[in-house]
């Protein structure tokens, strides 16, 4: 099974920026569409954005115009850079593929967003 792993999250103040990591284990990553989610306690995960294999994306509404994913097949890393961070964007942020048939997850990472 593949292995995701989650970095960047942390305080900011609002308005503030993050940029999130994800490290996937997988040799075939080039190939692999990628997702990150978020969830707050109490609320069902919700999906940000997605990065196809050939570069596509797609993002939350609410996101839109402030959040940016980018994957570099290199690293086998996928990023998703926060700017004009809102209070609103406090949630543990997951990154998600499918390998094989299996739905893979990572730990997630905590981003807070607060004065």
């Known amino acids: 099974q593949v292995q995701l792993v989650e970095s960047g999250g942390g305080l900011v103040q609002p308005g503030g920026s993050l940029r999130l990591s994800c490290a996937n284990s997988?040799?075939?990553?080039?190939?692999?569409?990628m997702r990150w989610y978020r969830q707050v306690p109490g609320k069902e995960r919700e999906l940000v954005a997605v990065i196809r294999s050939g570069g596509s994306t797609n993002y939350l509404d609410s996101v839109k115009g402030r959040f940016t994913i980018s994957r570099d097949n290199a690293k086998n890393t996928v990023y998703l850079q926060m700017n004009s961070l809102k209070p609103e964007d406090t949630a543990v942020y997951f990154c998600n593929t499918y390998y094989y048939g299996m739905d893979c997850w990572g730990k997630g990472t905590l981003v807070t967003v607060s004065s």
């Open positions: 997988a040799s075939i990553f080039s190939i692999m569409h």
